[in-house]
């Protein structure tokens, strides 16, 4: 198998000073995320999520063990811009990510930084804004635009660095359910091109169509598996404070009524498709 990150005994810890204690958010994590993949990453607040998200693009550096993004050491400084080049990373908050007074300034940034010819930063800026729907904003200050909007602006900044992993933490928390489903699609529109895709979600809906479910609890993996398999160890789920998706809910108590639905059924468009057949 192809990873493009991969992670041996990462332990990160906060030293506020040399009185207090270190915050150990990160404790010896071991994993590797394949090329190509759709990894969701669930857990309370809390749980390292974020934390294990700057690691990842070199914001921040392991205390102990070490990372490699497309076989570059995150730690080594001489390669700390093809770490964040390979792996884009976008966050929460739309207005701490946006810089420009211009959307398409904004967009050119991250390529400008990498030192990429003019002509060709253009054709990735008009490409990247067309990529998230928002090539009639090019000439827009993006303080006019909704959250969604802004949300979209800061992924093509993204894009247009041509990462081969975006890193993404929590996108669609400050959106409304429409900003929320407009970004998810342009997730999978991203994932469908090739890009492998790394989503920090507190939405279990979110997680349903990943390759791959990681749950994080006290710095550590806790569950890591197939959706399915996953959200199958529902005891185990609730116990650190997760929900069920709404469709294996569903699906457990039509089992109790005896209606055999397939194990692989997690997502509300399945199910839906499901229960058509009893029409
Ligand atoms: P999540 O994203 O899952 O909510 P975080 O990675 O933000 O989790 O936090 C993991 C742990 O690290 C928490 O105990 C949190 O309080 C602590 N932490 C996060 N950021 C800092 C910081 N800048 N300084 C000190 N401790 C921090
Ligand atoms: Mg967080």
């Keep these: 198998m192809d990873s493009i990150i991969r992670i041996e005994n990462l332990t990160f810890e906060y030293k506020k000073g040399e ?58 400084d001489e390669h700390i811009w093809d770490v964040r080049q390979s792996a884009g990373m976008v966050f929460q908050n739309p207005d701490n990510q946006l810089v420009s007074a ?49 949300q979209r602006v800061a992924i093509a900044g993204v894009v247009a660095m041509k990462p081969s992993c975006i890193i993404f933490d929590e996108p669609t928390a400050m959106l409304d359910p429409k900003g929320r489903n407009e970004i998810m699609n342009i997730i999978e529109e991203l994932h469908d091109e090739g890009i492998t895709v790394v989503l920090i979600t507190h939405f279990m809906e979110e997680a349903v169509h990943a390759d791959r479910v990681i749950i994080m609890h006290d710095g550590k993996v806790f569950l890591d598996g197939k959706p399915e398999e996953v959200f199958a160890q529902k005891e185990k789920v609730l116990s650190v404070n997760l929900d069920i998706p709404l469709a294996v809910e569903l699906a457990d108590k039509l089992r109790e009524k005896g209606i055999d639905v397939p194990k692989d059924i997690i997502g509300m468009e399945e199910m839906v498709e499901y229960l058509c057949q009893y029409e």
Excluded: W
């Excluded at 190509?36 to 914001?59: H, Q, R």
């Design 19 to 76: 009185e207090t204690e270190p915050v150990r958010a990160l404790d010896n994590v071991n994993l590797n995320i394949e090329r190509g993949s759709f990894t969701a990453i669930l857990g309370k607040n809390g749980s390292g999520k974020s934390t294990f998200a700057k690691n990842l693009n070199g914001l921040l550096v392991p205390t102990e063990g070490v990372i490699y993004v497309n076989g570059y050491d995150t730690s080594d």
């Design 102 to 150: 211009i959307v398409e300034d904004d967009v050119a940034f991250g390529p400008e930084n990498l030192g990429i010819e003019s002509s060709e930063i253009r054709r990735r800026v008009d490409k990247a804004l067309s990529d998230v729907n928002m090539g009639a904003f090019k000439g827009k200050p993006p303080h006019l635009l909704s959250g969604g909007q802004k």
